[in-house]
């Protein structure tokens, strides 16, 4: 992705953090991001290293991209991300993933299978199920 791509995603969503994988296509998981500290990263890098700009690939690895073309300079983030995030598999029991939020505090974990992502299971998510066990209406839930 690029700076602009980035951005573009931060503007359209308003999730705490992203799961980063290797691609599109492969969905190997390599981590995961805070949406502060993409904010902060690109706001410095515009500021701070020249030639950073919307059409600069946004980098989570230490290597340079392999069709490195003489466009602009790549920003590199490897610093922001946390490459051992909690991780569940998608046979993980119901059970053990609640236990997991409350022992853990937890604010989402990432759903893989064969180091590939899936999908993220949040808090809210983990209190809806929560409830419906409790027969409640999920609707009615108040997240604190």
């Not at 602009?4 to 503007?11: I, T």
């Not at 991001?33 to 500021?47: G, S, T």
């Amino acid at each position: 992705m690029t700076v602009d791509d980035v951005e573009q995603l931060l503007k359209e969503t308003e999730h705490n953090g992203y799961p980063v994988v290797v691609s599109r296509e492969s969905q190997y998981l390599v981590g995961f991001v805070l949406r502060r500290d993409l904010n902060l990263a690109i706001a410095n890098a515009k500021r701070m290293v020249d030639g950073i700009c919307g059409q600069s690939l946004v980098l989570f690895t230490s290597g340079t991209p392999t069709q490195q073309t003489l466009g602009p300079p790549p920003l590199k983030l490897k610093k922001i991300l946390d490459m051992a995030p909690i991780t569940i598999t998608d046979q993980t029991p119901m059970e053990t993933i609640v236990d997991m939020f409350r022992k853990l505090g937890l604010r989402q974990t990432l759903v893989t299978h064969n180091g590939r992502l899936l999908g993220v299971i949040t808090k809210k998510d983990v209190l809806r199920h929560v409830k419906q066990m409790d027969n409640e209406d999920p609707n009615s839930v108040l997240f604190n």
